[in-house]
């Protein structure tokens, strides 16, 4: 939950501590000024050289035509969907070095469970990952052909299959580790030890 505040509101305090930096003295204003100058005296020179190198080669021409088009056709959508994902990833990352927004989720007391109530579900899911990339093995190796006697799909078909189950699956599996972890006896070294060996070959 904490995650999920700080993801949403925490570019926030990203921004206000780069204000709060800036009042301090002058020399982010300055900067800004002269980035803002630079690039207005860039603008001539490229747009004269770049004129010139189009006239010159018709592929070049054909490819900046291209680029202006799809920024001037989808330029605003392109710079929400940038302008979200910085956001996101700014609050995320401002988390994640140790400045989160809000107070800590208390601690919940651990079961205290021993490794053998947590070992079925951990290595059940190495099982059956490791059958997976078993399965991912044969088809790499089996080519195009296989794909069409197995599954009856094209190599094109299969690359784009499964993407969003594969990401789902690898939430479920660290959410999975995490709770493990909470659920072993703290005290438990040989748990503690157990847990690191199948962990690691989960994340793997």
Known sequence: MLALVNTAIGAGAVIGGVNAERSGGASGSLNVRALALGGVLAVPPLLIVGALLASSDATFSGLLNRFVSTIVADGFRHA?????????????MRAAVGDAVGASIP??????????????????LLALLVVFFATQATVLFGGAEFLRTTAGLSAAN??????FQLIA???????????????????????????RLVGGALIA
């Open 158 to 163: 299969y690359a784009r299959e499964g993407f």
């Open 80 to 92: 929400i969907v940038i302008l979200g994902l910085t956001w996101i990833a700014a609050g995320w």
């Open 169 to 195: 699956a690898a939430g479920i599996v660290l959410g999975t580790l995490v709770l493990a972890e909470w659920s072993l006896k703290s005290d438990d070294a040989t748990a503690s030890k157990h847990y």
């Open 107 to 124: 601690g919940v007391p651990t079961p205290g469970l021993p490794f053998v109530s947590v070992a079925v579900g951990l290595y059940g």
